[in-house]
């Protein structure tokens, strides 16, 4: 970790760590594969619970991130995504079942349909077994009225058939926006337009006294600045703050301004809410799965201290482990993926000093990747265009992943590796979608938590395939 001694490292991530040098073997296979081969089932009774000292609530370690839920089989010229709400049903049951108590929505997440479907999962058990979060997810300028924003606060509460809601976010404070004549506004004029200058910020806190909201916070990407003002509001006793969501996995915590300039080093947002003992939940903590998918080089490296260990696993230990986190967020698709986090936290085994030492390692690995940080969170779709933006991103990143990449042009294996990029480019995106037909509207850019110049990546990767076309 960036300037943490020994001290520092025991006060962010507990005095637990040290004698906790045990093995995860609960949910692995008597010949210690990884769990994403063979799994076992999961205990059901060993969930780690971590207390949220404002409200008492006692939350899972693992909550369940509803913004990736199954989808129906379809053809390519069919509607759009159908959720395959047995599974959601299925999968939430299989939760519930192991411990799981926490469920984060929003209006926004898979175009629209997460929390009706959410809502029809969760209606099935008793309202207090769970909590639910959701957010006033206001990002379009047709949502800045107070009636808009206070209207889509009651439909959040009719699509999860509650009447009231555990945890409301402000969703994506820092960001920045435009207005509906097109007029770019910086972080902070965005966020007064979104909850300020309406007065639906003070509706929440009002909602929050009658008892339709439970605990009330944020969720930040962007611009820092926001983030310390919402901070500087709580110490000053104007707004108080209690819980808020970051993204943190070990791969931010030093290295997320150096990937990108705009974003904010995940020990200083954690520290400055560990001062002000605000409960942390936690984004991303795979980074969209990237951390799960690393070149094989790193993963024979990461097998070497713990061979018994998913590549995951390390990265959902890292997140849970601190003890100011609250909860650390898992966007389960897939029964395998549930299960294998389960069995991670279930119960928590806490990273070491040693592992963590071996983690920054590994984090300047695949910092030295340079990939584009993409978590195909698909905040940016639809591009007006027809662009699949995130999936141009993941050929990009997987070419680097699988040492494929064609940038040198005197090698032996460029003819292979030039192949490899445009025939997997065209599998990949149809062509009427990819990089070429992007006109840098910008439309996407305000829209991206990773706060991407997506416009400017775009044109790289045009370039380069125009280059890689014209070297056949």
Excluded at 41 to 54: A, G, L, S, V
Excluded at 271 to 298: F, S, T
Excluded at 323 to 334: A, F, H, I, Q
Aim: glycine share 6%.
């Amino acid at each position: 970790m960036k300037d943490i001694n020994r001290r520092d490292f025991l006060k962010i991530f507990g005095s637990a760590t040290i004698a906790s040098s045990a093995v995860l073997t609960a949910c692995t296979n008597k010949n210690m594969q990884p769990t994403t081969s063979v799994q076992q089932e999961p205990p059901k009774d060993k969930m780690t619970m971590r207390t949220n000292h404002f409200s008492g609530d006692k939350v899972s370690i693992l909550g369940y991130g509803m913004m990736r839920l199954p989808v129906l089989p379809k053809d390519e010229d069919s509607d759009p995504d159908v959720i395959d709400q047995e599974m959601v049903n299925k999968e939430v049951d299989y939760a519930m079942e192991h411990g799981v108590n926490y469920y984060d929505t929003s209006p926004v997440y898979c175009q629209g349909l997460s929390e009706a479907s959410t809502g029809i999962a969760l209606k099935r058990h008793q309202r207090d077994k769970f909590f639910v979060a959701t957010k006033l997810s206001n990002f379009s300028p047709s949502t800045w009225s107070r009636k808009a924003s206070q209207d889509m606060f009651h439909d959040s509460m009719k699509y999860l058939q509650v009447d009231y809601i555990d945890y409301l976010l402000l969703h994506s404070i820092g960001g920045s926006g435009r207005t509906e004549e097109g007029k770019e506004l910086d972080a902070f004029e965005t966020f007064n337009a979104r909850y300020m200058d309406n007065g639906i910020l003070d509706w929440l806190v009002e909602q929050k006294k009658n008892g339709r909201i439970r605990n009330l916070g944020f969720s930040y990407h962007g611009d820092v600045g926001v983030f310390d003002m919402l901070l500087k509001w709580h110490d000053e006793g104007r707004y108080h703050w209690d819980f808020a969501q970051i993204e943190m996995n070990y791969l931010d915590w030093n290295f997320a301004n150096e990937i990108n300039d705009r974003n904010t080093d995940a020990v200083y947002l954690y520290q400055e809410l560990q001062k002000r003992h605000i409960p942390v939940v936690i984004m991303e903590p795979l980074l969209g799965g990237r951390l799960a998918n690393v070149p094989d080089p790193i993963i024979a490296k990461m097998k070497t201290l713990r061979p018994e260990h998913s590549v995951a696993s390390w990265a959902f230990r890292f997140a849970g482990t601190p003890k100011g986190v609250l909860c650390v967020l898992s966007g389960m698709t897939y029964m395998e993926h549930l299960r294998e986090n389960l069995c991670t936290y279930s119960p928590l085994i806490p990273i070491t000093e040693e592992e963590n030492t071996f983690l920054m390692d590994i984090a300047k690995d695949i910092y030295n990747l340079k990939n584009i940080p993409c978590t195909a969170c698909e905040y940016c779709m639809p591009c007006p265009y027809g662009i699949d933006i995130p999936a141009i991103f993941s050929h990009y990143n997987k070419m680097i992943k699988d040492g494929l990449m064609p940038n040198n042009h005197e090698s032996k294996e460029f003819s292979k590796h030039r192949r490899a990029f445009l025939v997997g480019y065209d599998r990949s995106v149809p062509r009427l979608r990819q990089a070429d037909h992007c006109i840098g509207c910008r439309q996407c850019v305000s829209h991206c938590p990773q706060n991407i110049n997506i416009p400017k990546e775009m044109r790289k990767i045009d370039d380069m395939v125009d280059d890689l076309k014209r070297n056949e």
